[in-house]
């Protein structure tokens, strides 16, 4: 079975802190991808990556950075938390470069933002 | 400009009956169609998925169908069951495109 492993389950920060969340993925996919979940708007894209290396905005990078120097691990960046990123994060990973792409979700991160 | 829409927040089914949960889209592009379902306090998991080439892919109790004429795609759930009760969301992806564009999600109430 494919595990997407996320370092921790409930993070509380203090506005302005910074923030790390770490995702490993164990079956060598190429895909790493993170998301936030909001209620009422589904899953929102905010970097993935799709190589050692490589990273590309997805639809609400601002505020995050990501890190991926090794293929099996892609981590999410806050600079600087706001109380409006409290949030549900999710990781995903997949090895698809073409068809249904498939994705493959760690239990997610809950932060939370005082 | 939601290209995915899932416009029931909420659906509550009689254990043992039809659940029936829906999907629009608006990109003509899209070739591939997924559902996923998600328990509380855990992400989502994949159930099914679709091809624009066909009509129908079928999973045990869960069937999906696509009406492309009305960008249109279902899944039902026979019979549902306890713990069928999660939010399932409509994703769709475009080729080699690696961003599935997502639904907001509906909540699936199992009553007993």
């Known amino acids: 079975d494919v595990k997407v492993t996320q370092s921790s389950r409930y993070l509380v920060k203090r506005t302005g802190e910074k923030v790390f969340l770490e995702c490993v993925q164990d079956m060598d996919h190429e895909n790493m991808f993170w998301y936030r979940q909001d209620p009422g708007l589904g899953l929102r894209l905010i970097y993935f990556s799709y190589d050692v290396k490589m990273k590309e905005k997805g639809d609400i990078p601002e505020g995050y950075s990501v890190s991926r120097e090794k293929k099996e691990r892609f981590s999410l960046i806050l600079e600087s938390a706001s109380t409006n990123q409290t949030s549900m994060y999710l990781c995903?990973?997949?090895?698809?470069?073409?068809?249904?792409?498939?994705?493959?979700f760690g239990a997610g991160s809950r932060l939370t933002v005082l | 400009d939601q290209q995915v829409k899932q416009n029931s927040p909420s659906l509550s089914v009689q254990e043992g009956r039809i659940s029936i949960l829906n999907c629009d889209y608006t990109?003509?592009?899209?070739?591939?169609f997924l559902w996923y379902k998600k328990y509380p306090a855990e992400g989502p998991t994949f159930l099914i998925s679709?091809?624009?080439i066909k009509d129908k892919n079928e999973d045990g109790r869960f069937t999906v169908f696509l009406n492309k004429s009305a960008k249109h795609l279902s899944l039902h759930i026979v019979p549902s069951q306890p713990g069928d009760s999660a939010v399932y969301f409509c994703a769709a992806n475009e080729g080699s495109n690696y961003q599935l564009i997502w639904g907001a999600g509906t909540k699936l109430i199992i009553k007993p």
């Open positions: 990109n003509s592009m899209f070739d591939y």
């Open positions: 995903a990973s997949s090895s698809v470069t073409s068809g249904a792409n498939v994705l493959t």
């Open positions: 679709i091809s624009s």
